[in-house]
C-alpha cells in the first residue's frame, strides 16, 4: 500500500508537469497561430492523460477484491483507456482539420525570440520530467511508472519537430507549409497512440494471450520434481497476469511438498517473467505423460 502511495504521488507530480507544458506550448500556439505548436500541446495533453489513467490504475487496482469482483478491480482501468483513445481520436481530426486549413491559407505569424525559448524550455523539461519518472520506475518497481516515462519521451520528438521547423521558417525563410506538414505528423503520432491504447485494451478485454506458452514452460521446468507442463494459458488484467496450466511429477508425492513445489513455481514465474503472476496450477501423474 505504501509503494502504491509514492507511485501515485510521483504520477500525480509528472501529471502537474505535462500539464504545465502542455499549457505553455498551447498558449504559445494560439498566440502565434501557429498549428504545429498547438498541435504539439495537444500532443503533450495525452502525456497527462496517460498520468491520469496511471492514478486511476493504481488506486482502484488498490482495492480489495469483493463478492462480485472475484478477480479484483484492475479492468477499470482498461475501460478508462477507451474513452482516453477517444478523446485522442477527436483532437487528431481537430489538428487534421487545422493543418489543412493552414496548407491552403497559411495565417500565423512566426513566434518572437521569447516564444520560441518557451518551447526549447518545454523541450528540456520534457527529458527531465522522462528520466524522472523512469528513474522512480525503477527505484519502485512500477511497471506503470516505466510505461508512462516511455510515453512521455515520445513527446521529445515531436518537440524536437516543431522547433527545427520554427528554425526553418524564422531563420532560413522555409516555406509556411512546413507547419502543416509538422501538423499532419503529430496528427498521426496522435492517432497512433489512440490505436495503441485502443489495441492494447481490445487485446486485454478479450483474453489474449499474456505470455508465451514456451516462457512459462521454460520456468516451470527448473523445478526439478516437474516432468511435463501442458495446456498453458495466460491473461492480463491491469498489471496481473493470470495463467494456469498442467504439470506432471510423481504421484507419490505429500501433498505438503506439491503445495510447496506450486508456490516455487509460481516464484520462478514472477523472478523469469519480472510481473505479477497469478496462477492455477494442475498437478497431475508423471505416467499421463504422452510420448
Known sequence: MANNNKVQLVLFIILVCNLAVSAIKIIVGLMTGMQSVTADGYHSITDGLSNLIGMIGVKI????????HAYGHSRYETLSSLS???????????????????FIEP???????????????TLIF???VSLLES??????????LIADAKHTF?????????????????YFNAPLYIDSLI??????????TAWQIFHAAADELTDHIAVEPEVIINAVMLEPEIKGVHKVRSRRSGDIIYADFHVQCDPEMKLKDVHAMTHRIQAHLHDKLGLNINCVIHTEDVKDVKI
Do not use: H
Not at 512566426?110 to 520560441?116: A, K, T
Not at 515520445?154 to 524564422?170: A, E, W
Open 61 to 68: 487496482a488498490s482495492k480489495p477484491q469483493d463478492w462480485n
Open 84 to 102: 482516453i483513445a477517444a478523446l485522442l481520436i477527436y483532437l487528431g481530426i481537430k489538428v487534421l482539420e487545422q493543418s489543412v486549413m493552414n
Open 107 to 121: 495565417s500565423f505569424r512566426v513566434p518572437s525570440n521569447i516564444e520560441f525559448i518557451l518551447i526549447i524550455i
Open 126 to 128: 520534457n527529458i527531465f
Open 135 to 144: 528513474k522512480a520506475g525503477k527505484k519502485l518497481n512500477s511497471i506503470i
Open 154 to 170: 515520445s513527446d521529445i520528438y515531436v518537440t524536437l519537430g516543431v522547433i527545427i521547423s520554427i528554425i526553418l521558417i524564422k
Open 183 to 192: 501538423s499532419l505528423l503529430i496528427a498521426c503520432l496522435i492517432f497512433k
